[in-house]
């Protein structure tokens, strides 16, 4: 049993009862000293999350706007060259875009619909060289922003954001995209596998020419297994990429595994609070690129790409803030508040 003293009442709050060794009495005295309040509470990371996402704004925010700007522009100058060469302009005439954007619909012959593939397949074919290289070069612009945004707000306040020049942080966040855009692509793989694996009974029961009944069952069996399980796998390691923005572990996928153990629904709640965040602040740009269908195809891609840069440097900003002031409280809880190396 507990030795006599004052411990707190557990039947009021913010209250001291007095237990005599063996039961509680009726001695109580009022609390004069709230209790500390948890450091790792979600109050606390959704506070310290915004003051690193301001700090990263008014760092690194005309940087990380630029980054996707200049992606924008070039794939806004692909997207125009493909749709404005010779069989561009023919399939463009032939659904009749203008009317298209206006809401109408097109209704097309048997011919029409017959030369529309083959417009396809050759501009496809034609383009998938320069679908690779835009690929390549957005990846590496994303992968760039999210580093830079992270490795600024892995910093606890202004004072240490400013004991490093911006060109610094610049060039530091630049050598650690190969190592961001090995995290997206083990995370996509792992992903992809699961979901893969998960759905291998459908494979199979198709493959031996199952029944419908059977083959329907398992469909949306495997469907939602393969959904639980690759969400997952995906929160698991949700944390591998501003791990390896930040740099010390490597790619981060081990020591994301380590820090969601346990942590699962919390980890799950905050990321998807962050990602509600970046929707509604990015919600009226996508509501007013609705209405750049009425005013011609350049007009509509110029508006839709600089409202798509805009808004992915909004998600930039926000998220990864909040996943690096996240990773700091796991790592907390560990016994060890230091994220890089």
């Given at each position: 049993?507990?030795?006599?003293?004052?411990?707190?009442?557990?039947?009021?709050?913010?209250?001291?009862?007095?237990?005599?060794?063996?039961?509680?009495?009726?001695?109580?005295?009022?609390?004069?000293?709230?209790?500390?309040?948890?450091?790792?509470?979600?109050?606390?990371?959704f506070e310290q999350s915004v003051e690193a996402s301001k700090r990263v704004i008014v760092r690194v925010g005309?940087?990380?706007?630029?980054?996707?700007?200049?992606?924008?522009?070039?794939?806004?100058?692909?997207?125009?060259?493909?749709?404005?060469?010779?069989?561009?302009?023919?399939?463009?005439d032939l659904i009749q875009f203008d009317r298209l954007v206006d809401g109408n619909t097109v209704e097309l012959t048997s011919a029409e619909r017959d030369r529309l593939g083959e417009l396809f397949g050759d501009i496809a074919r034609a383009a998938v060289?320069?679908?690779?290289?835009?690929?390549?070069?957005?990846?590496?612009?994303?992968?760039?922003?999210?580093?830079?945004?992270?490795?600024?707000?892995?910093?606890?306040?202004?004072?240490t954001v400013e004991s490093v020049s911006r060109?610094?942080?610049?060039?530091?966040?630049?050598?650690?995209?190969?190592?961001?855009?090995?995290?997206v692509v083990v995370l996509s793989v792992v992903a992809a596998g699961v979901a893969a694996i998960s759905l291998l009974p459908l494979f199979v029961a198709v493959a031996v020419d199952a029944n419908g009944g059977t083959i329907a069952?398992?469909?949306?069996?495997?469907?939602?297994?393969?959904?639980?399980?690759?969400?997952?796998?995906?929160?698991?390691?949700?944390?591998?990429?501003?791990?390896?923005?930040?740099?010390?572990?490597?790619?981060?996928?081990?020591?994301s595994w380590a820090l969601t153990h346990a942590h699962f629904w919390g980890v799950a709640g905050r990321l998807l609070v962050a990602g509600?965040?970046?929707?509604?602040?990015?919600?009226?740009?996508?509501?007013?690129?609705?209405?750049?269908?009425?005013i011609g195809f350049t007009t509509w891609l110029v508006s839709f790409l600089t409202l798509q840069a805009i808004s992915s440097a909004i998600s930039t900003v926000v998220t990864v803030p909040a996943q690096v002031v996240l990773v700091r409280h796991l790592s907390g809880r560990q016994g060890n508040g230091r994220i890089g190396g």
């Open positions: 049993m507990p030795p006599p003293g004052w411990y707190p009442d557990p039947e009021l709050a913010w209250t001291w009862r007095w237990w005599d060794g063996s039961r509680w009495t009726d001695l109580r005295a009022p609390q004069t000293v709230p209790p500390e309040r948890d450091p790792y509470s979600l109050s606390s990371w005309f940087v990380v706007l630029a980054l996707w700007c200049v992606t924008a522009v070039l794939v806004g100058v692909f997207a125009f060259s493909v749709f404005n060469s010779g069989k561009g302009r023919e399939l463009r060289p320069w679908m690779v290289v835009l690929f390549v070069v957005v990846l590496l612009a994303s992968t760039w922003a999210c580093a830079l945004a992270a490795r600024v707000a892995d910093r606890v306040d202004s004072s060109p610094a942080d610049t060039t530091d966040a630049l050598r650690r995209v190969p190592a961001v855009v090995a995290a069952v398992t469909a949306v069996f495997g469907s939602m297994a393969a959904a639980v399980l690759a969400t997952w796998v995906v929160v698991r390691l949700s944390l591998c990429v501003v791990l390896a923005a930040v740099g010390g572990w490597g790619i981060g996928v081990r020591r509600f965040i970046a929707g509604a602040a990015t919600f009226p740009l996508s509501f007013v690129n609705s209405f750049g269908w009425s």
